[in-house]
């Protein structure tokens, strides 16, 4: 009995072990799922200083405990021409590795994330429409060297001016 015990003890030593060096060898795989708003209108007259992202849902694709440590965003006009940014905001969330395939709970949240409305203001004309694509750095908790961006993108519109124009209120 003690001989079949032993067996059994190293045979699931071996596997936790092959699992550990398994799950060490991955690296971080993190999704978006949801954004709102996933756009921003805006125009010379506004008073609202920053377009707020008010929730952002990710979840991760494997098992890889990691943190999100910082975002990047950099503004693209419809010509794809960059005309701000680069500008980045050290974060902190730390992000558990999936468990359960069947679980919903692992959602994690950023919520109220602020982007400036001046660069907009003063490159675009009324009509014209831009992007800010964010970039959501990954690193794992493991080596801290392995890391996974997820990018995102998030519109923006110029409205004409308020001097008889449409303005977002009257459009129903």
């Known amino acids: 009995m003690k001989k079949f015990l032993v067996l059994l003890g190293i045979i699931v030593l071996f596997v936790a072990c092959d699992y550990a060096k398994e799950s060490t060898e991955l ?45 990047i965003w950099e503004y693209y006009d419809e010509g794809n021409n960059i005309f701000y940014g680069p500008e980045e905001m050290a974060l902190y969330l730390k992000i558990e590795g999936k468990v359960d395939e069947e679980s919903c709970s692992d959602t994690f949240y950023i919520y109220n994330l602020q982007l400036p409305l001046a660069p907009v203001w003063y490159h675009l004309d009324a009509g014209q429409s831009a992007e800010a694509r964010l970039h959501f750095v990954f690193v794992d908790e493991y080596w801290g060297s392995r890391t996974d961006t997820v990018t995102a993108w998030f519109g923006f519109y110029m409205w004409p001016d308020s001097t008889g124009a449409i303005v977002p209120e009257q459009i129903h």
């Open 27 to 71: 690296y971080p795989d993190v999704e978006i799922t949801y954004m709102n708003p996933i756009g921003w209108y805006t125009s010379d007259g506004d008073t609202v200083v920053a377009a707020t992202i008010e929730q952002i849902n990710f979840v991760p694709e494997n098992s890889v405990d990691c943190y999100l440590t910082k975002v």
